[in-house]
């Protein structure tokens, strides 16, 4: 079982940047593929980036590419998302989650285990 804790979130002007990290407990991080995923309000949690366990592969819903990069960094157990020229339309809850898929998944429900969220929110 792995356990999730987010920070990095807050209240940013468009065009700012965050960095997300999300700090993972056990000592099998490095089997699990990790997501970002957010919530906007009124919306369904959607898929934003995913990185493999050896962090070969990371990919991104397209709204987000060029502007997020998602990194791993195994001896800390951690993961990060820093997300450049953050629009408003990026705000909402963010969520670290670890999925047992070697590649990850843009599919929401292909995550088991999930952090407790952080906000962002860019305004305009």
């Known amino acids: 079982q792995v356990q999730l804790v987010e920070s990095g979130g807050g209240l940013v002007q468009a065009g700012g940047s965050l960095r997300l990290s999300c700090a993972a407990s056990g000592r099998t991080f490095s089997s699990y593929a990790m997501g970002w995923l957010r919530q906007a309000p009124g919306k369904e949690r959607e898929f934003v980036a995913a990185i493999s366990g050896n962090g070969a592969i990371a990919y991104y819903t397209d709204s987000v590419k060029g502007r997020f990069t998602i990194s791993r960094d195994n001896a800390k157990n951690t993961v990060y998302l820093q997300m450049n020229s953050l629009k408003p339309e990026d705000t909402a809850v963010y969520y670290c989650?670890?999925?047992?898929?070697?590649?990850?998944?843009?599919?929401?429900?292909?995550?088991?285990?999930w952090g407790q969220g952080t906000q962002v929110t860019v305004s305009s």
């Open positions: 989650a670890a999925s047992v898929l070697s590649a990850g998944s843009d599919y929401v429900h292909d995550y088991h285990y």
